[in-house]
């Protein structure tokens, strides 16, 4: 059962649109950002919510290391591509920005596909993949990280946990969405275990000398030092089949840098040579699909709505209930929380209270009473 108090939706969107415009943002592009910070809460990815709200973004921006206006330049454009940099801006701008035009492109000439560089983090993959869906498009998207993972035989943090993300329509009531690292739990994970006082499951992460790790806090600190790693899709080694984690994160490495010839890799890192710190340099990349110029759209979501519903139908194991589809439960959260709002933990709450203070904000919170 839930025990963090509830925050309206409304309130949380007021205040961060707020707290965004009295760190620099523009007002829309500071609507941008509160709504893809609370798509992620209300799909109950809270790794990638109202948590981050403050040390991935509030904080940057005071560090000098996150730039508030986004300066969004398009470097190349075709009818059906656009490869754009982002100039240390707001991540979630620029990809708004970008998916925006491409969901204009693929309606024109059935596909479309973009590349940023010199972008920051863009919050949850599968915001960018939904402004697709819900224009009854397929979204695919994907964006490359601080290094945290290793490949397959090694211990070093090469890639970062680079998501490789689909949204399909359907002809239910919710989109096919997968949305997840290609490692085992991704840094925003720990980060919430961390806040939470919470360890990391046994197993995710290892040393430089082999060892497994737990403490979430330490882990935090051990992956920036470069003395420990997260564990590709499939675990350590090949038994478990961790060269196929490891193998879709490269390929998401490669289509985030590659195609807007970005940084990669150990690049990646928000500190210069002279251990400065500096902003991050993050690529992402984007596609979409129009299946009106395949076989249309209704028969691609018919398709696709008879495919999971056959999924969720399939004989269930022994003492389970339910089978989900990906996006479901997502679903299911949100149909929990449309009314009541975000529930908040400590850490968030603190959080709030920092930034309202901080910025003089005329907001009071029902966890204050």
């Excluded at 991935?56 to 754009?84: C, F, M, Q, S, W």
């Excluded at 949850?124 to 009854?136: D, L, N, Q, R, T």
């Excluded at 209270?353 to 907001?363: A, G, N």
């Amino acid at each position: 059962m839930e025990t963090r108090p509830y925050v309206s939706w409304d309130l949380i969107g007021d205040f961060m649109t707020a707290a965004f415009k009295a760190a620099g943002l523009p007002e829309e592009d500071a609507k941008i950002c509160a709504d893809v910070l609370m798509e992620s809460d209300r799909r109950g990815i809270e790794s990638h919510g109202t948590n981050r709200f403050k040390p991935i973004y509030i904080d940057r921006i005071n560090a000098g290391i996150l730039n508030p206006v986004t300066n969004y330049e398009v470097i190349k454009e075709t009818p059906t591509t656009i490869v754009a940099d982002a100039h240390d801006g707001m991540g979630m701008v620029a990809s708004y920005k970008m998916m925006e035009s491409l969901i204009e492109k693929a309606k024109l000439y059935g596909l479309s596909a973009g590349a940023i560089r010199n972008s920051s983090h863009y919050g949850i993959a599968g915001y960018w993949a939904m402004m697709a869906s819900k224009e009854g498009l397929l979204g695919i998207t994907g964006t490359n990280a601080r290094a945290s993972i290793a490949p397959t035989f090694g211990v070093e943090n090469m890639m970062g946990t680079n998501p490789l993300t689909f949204a399909f329509p359907t002809d239910e009531d919710f989109p096919f969405v997968l949305d997840c690292a290609t490692s085992i739990v991704q840094r925003g994970r720990i980060e919430y275990y961390a806040r939470e006082g919470r360890p990391t499951p046994a197993g995710t992460v290892i040393a430089n000398d082999g060892s497994a790790l737990t403490d979430s806090a330490y882990i935090l600190k051990a992956l920036t030092e470069g003395t420990a790693a997260l564990a590709p899709l499939g675990g350590i080694g090949e038994d478990l089949a961790g060269y196929k984690g490891y193998g879709y994160a490269a390929v998401v490495e490669i289509l985030s840098a590659a195609l807007a010839n970005g940084l990669f890799m150990k690049d990646l890192t928000n500190k210069d040579e002279n251990g400065e710190k500096r902003p991050y340099h993050l690529g992402h990349f984007f596609i979409v699909i129009n299946p009106d110029f395949f076989l249309g759209g209704d028969t691609f979501r018919k398709t696709t709505g008879d495919i999971l519903r056959a999924l969720r139908a399939s004989k269930k194991a022994p003492g389970e209930t339910r089978i989900y589809t990906a996006g479901e439960k997502e679903w299911d959260v949100w149909l929990e929380r449309k009314d009541k709002g975000v529930p908040m933990g400590a850490g968030v709450q603190k959080d709030f209270i920092e930034v309202r203070d901080f910025y003089h904000l005329p907001f009071t919170f029902p966890f204050e009473k």
